[in-house]
């Protein structure tokens, strides 16, 4: 199945799909190289539409640049990339950066919103950029949706580090993406406001039927994903489906790398030698240096000279 790009003068090149429509994005033997580090290592999944997946895996394990080429921030080595029915091969930079901008919504751990705007002219912004002139009433209404009735006037100063990152999902969905992906979104809130943009997430989906793709370390976070995939080295290491706190972070804790005894160990401080104890006679007084020596005590009792 062919699909077009809104807003955009002419078709995509040749660029034929064969991607279910409850597909959202697809990827096939995708790989990745930086120099001499395979990051990506011919990655076959599917995230279907409507459904809330997170992405796992250790510190180097590509998790964040599989999120970087699917999201077409990035250009795969080689391997297939399909967002929403569009094959993103042999599209041009302005092709991509359309497509980035009417079909995929973006998340990251920074809010990432201009601190002279409102919120209202923050989720107004990506419209603005796209020659788009949004009425008041759908950008109430995305903010809205994200439970910001009311602060529309707001700057980003104003509000809590949770509005603010539900200002930039407001902003990420004011042009109904196909997908909205999330890095670290919640990396940099504290634990009762993580939680409550997880139920606006999870509620986005249900309610919705919003695509979420979050990459994420957090096992609280990723157990509010219909799945959770993880990476390994570049490659997909399993996944788990109905995830629970305890099963991801059980999964986690196999998947990472034990390191050698030698390096496990704490390197410590150089320590000096104890020193023998000391006697008496040694911490006695030095006897002094100058003058003849004095001639030893008479026995006990023994008249003197």
Do not use: W, Y
């Amino acid at each position: 199945m062919t699909s077009t790009l809104s807003n955009t003068p002419a078709a995509p090149s040749t660029t034929t799909s064969t991607t279910a429509p409850t597909t959202a994005v697809r990827l096939r033997r995708l790989t990745r190289h930086h120099r001499d580090v395979r990051a990506l290592d011919g990655v076959d999944l599917d995230f279907r539409a409507g459904t809330f997946t997170a992405v796992m895996g250790p510190s180097g394990s590509g998790k964040s640049t599989l999120l970087q080429c699917a999201a077409g921030l990035d250009r795969p080595t080689s391997g297939q990339v399909e967002v929403g029915g569009v094959a993103l091969e042999g599209l041009s930079e302005r092709r991509l950066t359309l497509l980035r901008r009417d079909r995929i919504g973006f998340v990251f751990q920074s809010f990432n919103l201009l601190p002279a705007l409102t919120a209202a002219q923050n989720v107004a912004l990506p419209l603005r950029l796209a020659g788009r002139r949004p009425s008041r009433t759908e950008v109430r209404e995305a903010l809205a949706r994200v439970g910001l009735a009311g602060r529309e006037r707001h700057r980003p100063g104003e509000l809590s580090g949770g509005q603010q990152q539900r200002v930039a999902i407001a902003r990420a969905l004011i042009t109904r993406p196909a997908v909205l992906f999330g890095d670290e979104p919640t990396g940099a809130l504290d634990s009762t406001t993580s939680r409550e943009v997880l139920d606006m997430l999870r509620e986005l989906v249900d309610r919705d039927g919003q695509t979420i793709v979050m990459v994420t370390h957090d096992p609280v976070a990723a157990a509010r994903a219909d799945r959770v995939v993880f990476l390994v080295d570049g490659r997909v290491a399993g996944e788990l489906r109905a995830p629970t706190v305890t099963a991801v972070a059980e999964r986690m804790t196999a998947l990472e790398p034990v390191a050698p005894v030698a390096e496990r160990t704490t390197a410590l401080e150089p320590v000096a030698p104890v020193a023998e104890p000391t006697t008496a006679r040694e911490t006695a007084a030095p006897v002094a240096e100058s003058g003849p020596a004095r001639p030893a005590a008479s026995p006990a009792g023994s008249a003197s000279c």
